[in-house]
């Protein structure tokens, strides 16, 4: 059985099984181009900071380091191992969010006006753009068919980098509670997040994106499960009710996708392999993330922290690879690739920025509207930009996964109007 399962994992990794029989514009020029190994060498470069990492955590706990510690780095380790200050009890809930004033409705209208504005532009355009980057050649000519940027990992740092200078600016501008957490913690949640987004990535050289949309709005049912596991949580029917529609809807959609263009890449198994392991990944990210909330940190300090092991990694593995170099220097050969990559990482530090204020003046319903509304939105712009074909049932079964979404909007609504405890939504922090 363990044979039979390898024999399909190494089959994926292989380019070649394209939907309906069609063979890859460009194929890896080697095995070591396939996404499967690059896989392995990330997580191993990745490995090789969380190891001794987790080895010195430990030590330092089994050596109470912070009853017998003294010296110049005294602050610094007790600050990544142990936090500035202990844990109260692992079911402290979280923070309930603050009210916004009482203002004109005028001005409310207004606010909630600028807020779905700027998360619609912010994360369309970085859906645009993510597209763009990941299926498209840059400096073709009549002669020339130009290259591909084909390195995931260092769009992700690119990301990383610039939300990890908005989210310390911010910090250093605007007042945050005290930190207590221990830094070590949001390397879990760095190291989920990192994956995730490669996986993310990755599989738009496989899949269409309105597949990869849909595949992030069904992810409520990882969700679910990593809740049970890692939070010990337990849901209502009508949260089982709506996993299944939307369980129900991405299948009508993946099952009666008409053929993509030749421009565009082919549904393939090994897209569906890296979309579930961006799902599964970024369940883990949202669960962790929750449970270190119990620390009473900001959303902005979360964003910081995560960034920062995020940045480490990322830049860890790529000199272990030597492929930060090579990455700038496609920056240098193709200046509109260097164009689109700072936008993309522009949107998605924004983006953020735009999530915890549409949160904090309007509540976690609205925003989760909003966004659903965006993922109808990005299908549609996708497939009128570049080509993407939807069959009648596959648009039935996009509409059935959208309105599942805002009936569970509807749905925690009501337990809220009648005094019960919804189900927390999960973590808006790092989402691209």
Known sequence: MDARW?????????????????????????????????????????????????????????????????????????????????????????????????????????????????????????????????????????????????????????????????????????????????MYRYSFASLSNVLSSWCQYEALKFVSFPTQVLAKASKVIPVMLMGKLVSRRSYEHWEYLTAGLISIGVSMFLLSSGPEPRSSPATTLSGLILLAGYIAFDSFTSNWQDALFAYKMSSVQMMFGVNLFSCLFTVGSLLEQGALLEGTRFMGRHSEFAAHALLLSVCSACGQLFIFYTIGQFGAAIFTIIMTLRQAFAILLSCLLYGHTVTVVGGLGVAVVFAALLLRVYARGRLKQRGKKAVPVESPVQKV
């Open 6 to 182: 390898w024999a399909v994992v190494v089959l994926a990794a292989l380019p070649s099984l394209g939907a309906g029989g069609e063979t890859p514009e460009a194929p890896p020029e080697s095995w070591s181009q396939l996404w499967f190994f690059r896989f392995l060498v990330n997580a191993a470069g990745y490995a090789s900071f969380m190891v001794p990492g987790y080895l010195m955590v430990q030590y330092f706990r089994r050596k109470n380091y912070l009853e017998t510690g003294r010296g110049l780095c005294f602050p610094l380790v007790k600050a990544c191992v142990f936090g500035n200050e202990p844990k109260a009890s692992d079911e402290v809930p979280l923070a309930s969010r603050t009210e916004p004033a009482e203002t004109t409705p005028t001005w409310q209208a207004l606010k909630l006006l600028f807020c779905a504005a700027g998360l619609q532009v912010s994360y369309l355009t970085w859906g645009v753009l993510q597209e763009r980057v990941m299926t498209r050649s840059y400096g073709a000519t009549a002669t020339s068919p130009g290259e591909r940027f084909t390195d995931s990992q260092f769009l992700v740092l690119m990301n990383r980098v610039l939300a990890l200078i908005v989210a310390g600016l911010y910090c250093i501008l605007c007042k945050q509670p005290r930190h207590g957490a221990p």
